[in-house]
């Protein structure tokens, strides 16, 4: 049954795949991307991932969705005709992909329990989680603490790419200086829109809190967590106005999330280090080790989810501060 | 080793990390600039104290969050990675303590902040590449040290730099995304990420199909981010168009550092896995290295523009790299490492004075230099001192790389002495393109109106330091030489 479902949305994918290539129009791209997003996330759930295809479903078809329609707003919908060399990027792309296909005529069967991804380190999480960790999601645990370092590494990919959208989108000519216009009244007059819209964001807010601090039983996170809570400021922001949500969250309190989950992050991991332990051990930060563990997750997924909030939010209004 | 010593590889790249954190909190007034460079000189002293280690015994090991390795990420620092870490620290040291004139000039004061952390945070991304023994973390880091860098690229006022990095940021995505796909392959047939682990279990590994077709993704992967010739094409227009800090930063560090993931992967998990690697490692990379040496210096003698004059003589001298690694001797592999670091001093010492040239000049083409020899004598100087190292004067760091580099191309007797011309032949060009320089400085008119600019003493400093190395380490190279042996050594225990 798996590999029915798995066989209709990846051709799904390709067809998806192959509109996005060929259209022109940059707003039906934007949304097949979204489409993309959505049947990668579904592919992932069949294939019992759930953490990746929340985080996909949240980032790939939500938020960067928005970000990209952000964009767009400061330029044309339609792609200029260019003068790309289509026919020297098909082949590069044909020879990658057969490479690939190449590569694949060897692979283990699918789901074949003595797959070498299954028997070398895969058991060791499954079999210690319980007596170190003592959480049931063992991908958290894998993510949280047994490569913690790799999720601080994506923290500051997340965190670099913020600081860099807003240091490039603030760059302004010698001599112009920003005109102020009326503020955004957003889809305030549009009544049903914003009934909808009033409603559901404190049902998404809530789902963000669970999504975080439910992550150690679940599937979910501080990423996925950050994406979602993000969406419902971000759909503050289209109902009331741009300057509404800034009134809410302010780009000073967003710096702090920004940078503040950031260190909350690091500062987990000195804490391991300064009692006695490496850098971003746990076990130290309790006598009891596996309460450490599990406080060390609780403290580094607030970090990630702060900073991915911040982050989003913070690419959201210089996008729209650009508009103006 | 003593309690702080064994946390150095983490702190290496943990420090400039979080401190990049704090940067963006700063007020923006000049704090900004000295708490990166404190920082950055703190990176410095790490490395300095992680080199003596391993120059003192045995290679350092550090395990994140105390998860023994596989199951855990493990660091390494050997002689390889020690001077490695010594040229990306070194460099942005030198580069800091005497940008701050110049970033002033070319980025506005309260976006400061965010270029000093996205500093910062190439420091960490380079450094953690380099400490790294665990592949699919190669791969975080190298995501946040590009990322840096294309927002470094694009941060100065030529508008230039946007396409310039657009176009850097697809090639460099596209060699993220081929080393991803090398490395997910071999996790496949593996199950491990550990680099050391890897090399082990591929051993066991009877279906070798996916293992070669990651070997290819992983090294056109990095080739094109270590811009090996003829993958260099989003090189010189980064590099020209950056803020003139940021080219002298990156260009003695950065490409470096997917060539040392390259030859890490290459000689620790490929070569004595696949059937016949060795060979077509040679076959393949020689010709290219060649190829790079002769056509990036042939180019640089035509180029109108000083900074992507040194742009295309980065690409030749990546071929010297190349060319030595290429070899599969311990001479040619310690040769080609060597030329790493001392590349390294002569492009950061000549890249940093053309940042002082900018401060008076309009633009950086041989028709607007003229009579800046005489504007600033000792930037000039410096430059000239540099400019010698590069083109392998004796006496400078540049030649201790050459002779090196003949040396090994001899051992093949006599297929080596076409190597052998080769190398002479683009040393006789670095003469070429580095003489035009001097001459337009020394000879050609200067514009009327020639602004009465004094460069900063920092900045005269700081340039005078780093030409001064490039005559130190020629005159007692033994500790680049020394690491670079060791390195070799230790890449070629892994060949069977």
């Known amino acids: 049954m798996t590999a029915v479902f798995g066989i209709f949305l990846l051709t799904l994918l390709v067809i998806t795949a192959v509109a996005i290539v060929r259209t022109r129009n940059l707003f039906v791209a934007t949304m097949l991307m979204g489409i993309a997003s959505l049947l990668i996330a579904a592919n992932f759930f069949v294939l019992d991932a759930a953490d990746v295809a929340l985080t996909e479903a949240a980032v790939g078809a939500g938020i960067s969705t928005v970000l990209f329609l952000s964009a767009l707003a400061l330029t044309s919908d339609e792609e200029k005709a260019g003068s790309s060399r289509r026919i020297l990027s098909f082949l590069v792309v044909a020879a990658a992909a057969l490479v690939v296909i190449y590569a694949t005529f060897d692979k283990p069967k699918f789901g074949d329990p003595e797959a070498p991804v299954q028997a070398h380190v895969a058991p060791w999480y499954i079999e210690k989680t319980p007596e170190f960790i003592d959480i049931p999601n063992i991908v958290t645990a894998v993510l949280g603490s047994y490569r913690a370092y790799d999720t601080l590494g994506e923290v500051f990919v997340v965190f670099t790419a913020g600081i860099g959208v807003m240091f490039l989108l603030s760059y302004r000519r010698a001599g112009h200086t920003p005109t102020s216009r009326a503020p955004d009244p957003g889809l305030r007059h549009h009544l049903i829109p914003r009934v909808l819209g009033r409603f559901l964001i404190p049902f998404i807010l809530l789902f963000g809190l669970y999504v975080q601090f439910h992550g150690e039983?679940?599937?979910?996170?501080?990423?996925?967590?950050?994406?979602?809570?993000?969406?419902?400021?971000?759909?503050?922001?289209?109902?009331?106005?741009?300057?509404?949500?800034?009134?809410?969250?302010?780009?000073?309190?967003?710096?702090g999330l920004v940078a503040g989950g950031a260190i909350l992050y690091s500062a987990v991991g000195f804490a391991g280090l300064l009692l006695g332990g490496n850098f971003l051990d746990y076990s130290v930060l309790a006598s009891d080790p596996v309460k450490g563990q599990q406080y060390g997750i609780i403290l580094i997924e607030a970090g990630v989810g702060m900073t991915v909030t911040g982050v989003l939010l913070s690419i959201f209004h210089a996008f729209a501060a650009r508009e103006q | 080793m003593t309690g702080l010593d064994q946390h150095l590889p983490a702190l290496q790249v943990a420090v400039p990390m979080v401190a990049s954190a704090f940067v963006v909190l700063l007020n923006p007034k000049g704090l900004a600039w000295a708490a990166t460079t404190a920082v950055s000189a703190m990176s410095f002293a790490i490395a300095i104290q992680l080199t003596m280690l391993v120059t003192a015994g045995t290679p350092l090991t550090y395990a994140m969050g105390s998860w023994p390795a596989p199951f855990g990420i493990a660091l390494e620092v050997d002689s390889l990675s020690a001077l490695l870490l010594l040229v990306i620290t070194g460099a942005s040291t030198i580069a800091l303590i005497g940008a701050r004139a110049s970033i002033d000039a070319q980025i506005a004061a309260d976006r400061q902040i965010y270029f000093y952390s996205a500093w910062l945070l190439a420091v960490a991304g380079l450094a953690g590449i380099v400490v790294s023994a665990d592949a699919f973390n190669i791969f975080v880091f190298m995501e946040i040290s590009s990322l840096a860098s294309y927002v470094l690229i694009a941060g100065g006022p030529d508008r230039r730099a946007l396409p310039a990095v657009f176009k850097y940021?697809?090639?460099?995505?596209?060699?993220?995304?081929?080393?991803?796909?090398?490395?997910?392959?071999?996790?496949?047939?593996?199950g491990t990420l550990n680099l050391a682990d890897m090399e082990l279990r591929i051993a066991g590994v009877s279906d070798q199909r996916p293992i070669l077709a990651a070997a290819g993704f992983i090294t056109v992967g990095l080739a094109l981010k270590a811009a090996v010739f003829p993958l260099h094409i989003w090189l010189p227009n980064a590099y020209t168009y950056a803020p003139h800090m940021v080219t002298a930063f990156l260009a003695a560090c950065a490409t470096k550092v997917s060539l040392y993931v390259l030859l890490r992967f290459d000689f620790f998990v490929f070569q004595q896995n696949l059937d016949g690697h060795t060979f077509q490692f040679a076959a393949y990379l020689m010709p290219l290295a060649i190829l790079g040496i002769l056509v990036g210096s042939a180019v640089a003698m035509f180029e109108g523009n000083l900074k992507r004059l040194l742009a295309f003589s980065s690409v030749a001298q990546i071929?010297?790299?190349?060319?030595?690694?290429?070899?599969?001797?311990?001479?040619?592999?310690?040769?080609?490492?060597?030329?790493?670091?001392?590349?390294?001093?002569?492009?950061g010492a000549l890249f940093l004075a053309l940042g002082a040239f900018a401060l008076a000049c309009t633009s950086l083409r041989f028709e607007t230099i003229g009579g800046i020899a005489r504007a600033m004598p000792w930037t000039f100087g410096a430059f000239v001192l540099a400019g010698l190292s590069l083109i392998g004067v004796p006496g400078t760091a540049g030649f201790i790389s050459k002779w090196h580099l003949i040396g090994a191309a001899m051992e093949l007797g006599p297929p080596g002495l076409a190597l052998v011309a080769v190398i002479l032949i683009s040393s006789l060009m670095a003469v070429v393109y580095i003489w035009r320089i001097v001459e337009a400085a020394c000879f050609g008119a200067a514009p009327a109106d020639f602004p009465d600019v004094r460069v900063p003493p920092l900045l005269v400093t700081m340039i005078w330091v780093a030409a001064i190395t490039n005559i130190v380490f020629g005159l007692v190279p033994d500790l680049p030489l020394e690491l670079s042996r060791d390195a070799a050594a230790s890449l070629l225990g892994h060949v069977k």
């Open chain 1, 217 to 255: 039983y679940g599937p979910g996170g501080g990423f996925q967590a950050g994406a979602i809570i993000a969406a419902a400021v971000i759909l503050y922001a289209l109902l009331e106005g741009e300057e509404r949500a800034l009134q809410v969250l302010s780009r000073r309190v967003l710096m």
């Open chain 2, 169 to 190: 940021l697809i090639m460099g995505t596209i060699g993220a995304t081929f080393y991803l796909i090398g490395v997910g392959l071999i996790y496949m047939m593996t």
């Open chain 2, 319 to 347: 071929g010297y790299i190349m060319l030595g690694a290429s070899l599969l001797s311990a001479a040619g592999l310690t040769a080609g490492i060597v030329h790493i670091f001392n590349h390294a001093l002569a492009k």
